[in-house]
Every structure is written in structure tokens, then in C-alpha cells.
């Protein structure tokens, strides 16, 4: 097994609302190595999107702890953790989620201006990161001009610009038709493959589970207070 | 209102790791740039318009085939016009006061935005 990249312990989360605590989460251990890939697969409502952004520090747990590299990520005060998620995460979501004013390259280049790079370095960069997801004729394209699987790519490529160890993605196809998501699958395995990128997919597709080769399946969550959540490691 | 088009935007530039003060920086700015232009915008409209008031007279008369300063009842046959330089950048200043206003607290809300909240409503 690789050295470990993340680990969660005792990981739960509950939102609350006028009628009451909502408990999504409940009693989530895990364990992800460097370079390796895991799918969290579950129904829709069970908990998946809550459980990456908490992964991904966009939103706190209610209790236990998320260690990356060893360290305690929500021991960070909030600009530290800004400074984590540039450099060490990489987010691809359902909805592309790309700024509709900039091109396909100032898309990717964002991460790298946020994290204070030079234009010029950056730009390069990018264009290579395109050229890699197989982009480079669309590069000074609005992203509204890109088909839905193009923008999808636009976003593993602004994903991966910094080289993060991990890479989120919630319900990365879950928008496209089956040939496109099979085009975008590959990619995101193909950059775990030559990257070395570890990869965590949240999904309800269990083809898709099994094409990352592990998967944790979230069950019973997405109801009211005393509703109980189990993590089933499968191989 | 802008930056509530703005909310998932938000969440992804957070995402991507952009700290609270750099989205309200970003927003602050691109406020305050369509305040000035509007400003600017607003002034040399303005002054153009005080600038031609007998052509934009002469126009309405001819469109509409009204006299609008009759001389049977007016003294004057045009409309007195004259820019007082003082006046205009006195209206230019509280304009941008008030735009500054309507900028920096939006910017700061904006900011603050929950990321994970923004990413449930697609
Ligand atoms: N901020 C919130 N406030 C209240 N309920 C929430 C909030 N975020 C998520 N939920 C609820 O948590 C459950 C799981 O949501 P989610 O993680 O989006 O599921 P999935 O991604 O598996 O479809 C749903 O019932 C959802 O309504
Ligand atoms: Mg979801």
C-alpha cells in the first residue's frame, strides 16, 4: 500500500434547519494512499456532495477529523486552508463550473493567478495541460462555445494546472451522454495513471465505481435525525 | 444583485482557493470600474445633450410638429443651456460615492458566501 495521502476518522456531519437536525453523516472512516483512486458511490440524497466538500474543506464537520499528508486540515485558520486547496486539491464538479467571460486557457490559468504565478509562465503551463486532455484547438475558445464533454475536460485540465495531489469530482459525468462521460472517465484514469494524481469520484454510477477499482458505498443517509450511515469498503 | 448571478462562481473560486479578501477585492473592483464608466458614460451624455439643446429642440419640434416655445406665450424661443463646470464634478463625486457604497458591502456578503451552500443549487 502507498503512503497515505488522507485519512478520516469519525467523520460526521448534520446541517441544521427550522425543523430540526438533519444528520447526512455519520461515523465515515477512511483511507486514501498517494496516487490512489476511490469512488464514493451511493444513491442520489445520501450524502456525497456533503461528504467531498468536507474532504475538500468547503464545509467544516460537525465532528471528527480529516488529516491530509499527516496534517489536521481544520486545525488551518481560513486563509491557510485557501492556500491547501490551491495547491493540493483539484475540484471537478457535475456543473463545469467554469467563468463564462474568460476563454478555455484563462480558465485553466485560474488556479495559478490565485496562487499568485506569472501570466506568462502560467500560460504556458496551461497550453500544455490542454494539450494534454486534447484541447488545444479549442484554447482561445469561450468555454460557451465548447460542448458539454469539452468543458468537462476545460475543468480537469484547471483541476490538475497546479499538479495536486488529489483530485474531487463530484459526479463528474453525471451531466453528459454515456459515450461523452466514458471520454472524460478515461481521462480522469488516465491522469491518475500518469500523474500520479490520487483520485476520489463521487458517483452514482456503480460501472463507474468499478472502472476506479475501490469504492466506499454511503447507505441511509439524506433523512432526519437517527437515520444511520454505513461505509462499506469494497474492493 | 450581480453578485448573486455570481454565487457559484464564487464557491469555485474558493474552491480553487481564492482567500475571502480576494473575492471581495475582485468584486470591489469590477463594481467600482462599471460605476465609473457609468459615471463617465452619464456626464458626457449629459453635457452633449446641455451642448445641443436647440438641435434636441429643433428635433422634437420637427418629429412631433409642435412649437414648444410658442412666442405668443414665451419670451424666449430657445431653452437657456450652460454647463457649470463645478456643478459636474460635484455630481460626479456623489455618484461615485454612492457607487462605492453600493459596491463594497455586496462585495463583502459576496465574499462570505458559503461555498458548499453555493454548490447544492445548480
Ligand atoms: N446545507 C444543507 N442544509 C440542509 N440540508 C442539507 C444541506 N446540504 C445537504 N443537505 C441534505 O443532505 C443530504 C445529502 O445531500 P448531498 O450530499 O447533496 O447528497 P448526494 O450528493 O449524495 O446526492 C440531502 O438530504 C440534502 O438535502
Ligand atoms: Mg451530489
Redesign the pocket.
Known sequence: MSSELLRVEGLAKS???GEGT?E?LRGIDLRIGEGERLAIL????????????VLGTLDHPTAGRVWFRGEDVFEKPAPELARFRNAQLGFVFQFHHLLPEFDAIENVMLPGLIGGLSFAQLRERAAAILHEVELSHRMTHKVGKLSGGERQRVAVARALLLDPPLLLA??PTGNLDPRTAETVENLLLEMNRTRGTALVV?T?SGRLAEKLGTAVT?VG???RTGASLAVDPAA | MMIMEKSSDIAILKAMGADDSVIERIFAIEGTLIGVAGIALGITAGVAVTHQLGWVQRQIERITGIDTLPASVYQISTLPADVDPMQVVVIAGIALILSLGATLLPSRRGARL?P??AL?YE
Open positions: 446541517f441544521p434547519t438533519i447526512v451511493g444513491e442520489s440524497g445520501v450524502g456525497k456532495s456533503t461528504l467531498l466538500h463530484d459526479e463521487a452514482h454511503l443517509a439524506g433523512s | 458559503d458548499a451552500e447544492r
